[in-house]
Every structure is written in C-alpha cells, then in structure tokens.
C-alpha cells in the first residue's frame, strides 16, 4: 500500500461513512481519486467491509476475552465448534501458552458464565482462562 493508501485506510476506520469528498479534501485528492483508492482497496481485499461500532455507554452487553489452550491438533476442531457460538464475535490464532484467543459478547453475566462453561466443554479445549472487559479505552 501506499502512504496515501495507509492514510486513507486510516480515516476509513475513524468514520467509514465519512464522505469521500470529506476524504478527499483530508488527502488533497480529487474526490474521484479517492473513489477509484477505495475500488481498488476493497477489491484487493485490504478492505474486506465495513461494520458499525456500538456506543459503550449505556450498552447492555458484556464483552470477555477467553483464552483457549487445546489438545494438540484439536485447534482446527474447536475453531469449527466456537464459529456455531453466535456470541463469539471472533477468534484468533496465537503463538505462546494458549492457542486460540476468542473475543464473547452476552447481555447478561449468567449468560456469559454459561458461554464460558459451553467453551469449556467443547470437542478439543484442554482449559481457558477468561477475563471481562470493563471497559475500553480506545478502539480503532
């Protein structure tokens, strides 16, 4: 990418519905230019979409970090079996101690606490380890 590219990138993830002209103007582009960045981006695919971001304040929804050790060579299996779980809202790999680190959302803490036991119980996790989130300070 270039650092025109990058700097777009970044404005995008600020406000993705910011106005391209708005963009443009930031970039010293022509708005058209900007469009054509944007086209080729997410053709790309350095732009896989866009989503909308959820006030904390006020938000009844809990979030935790869950990190997962598996059985060896089970990842793959468990990564099948927490994409079923609509409130896992993604997963990744990791290197270290733990294998997988999965980020949860639930409305309730009697919610989370069954997810958890549900996590714990699935084909292939050896133990987790979990942490809620209180809260966040920044997000980009």
């Known amino acids: 990418m270039r ?3 990058v700097k777009l990138v970044a404005l995008l993830r600020a406000n993705a519905r910011e106005p391209t002209a708005s963009l443009a103007r930031k970039l ?4 058209s230019t900007v469009q054509e960045r ?3 981006l997410e053709r790309d695919g350095v732009i896989k979409g866009y989503t909308v971001r959820l006030a904390e304040e006020g938000a009844s929804t809990l979030r ?4 997962i050790s598996t059985d060896p060579k089970q990842a793959d299996r468990v990564a ?3 994409k079923k779980m609509p409130e ?3 997963l990744a790999a990791l ?3 733990y294998d997988l680190i999965a980020m949860i959302e639930t409305e309730t803490p009697a919610r989370i606490d069954a997810l958890l036991d549900r996590i714990g119980r699935a084909p292939g996790v050896a133990r ?8 966040e300070k920044f997000s980009r």
């Open 95 to 97: 290197s270290g101690s």
């Open 3 to 5: 650092d025109t590219d």
């Open 64 to 67: 935790a970090v869950v990190m």
């Open 28 to 31: 010293g582009l022509a708005r």
């Open 80 to 82: 099948v079996e927490l």
């Open 128 to 135: 987790t380890v979990s942490s809620i989130i209180l809260s």
């Open 38 to 40: 944007i086209a080729r």
């Open 88 to 90: 896992v809202r993604s």
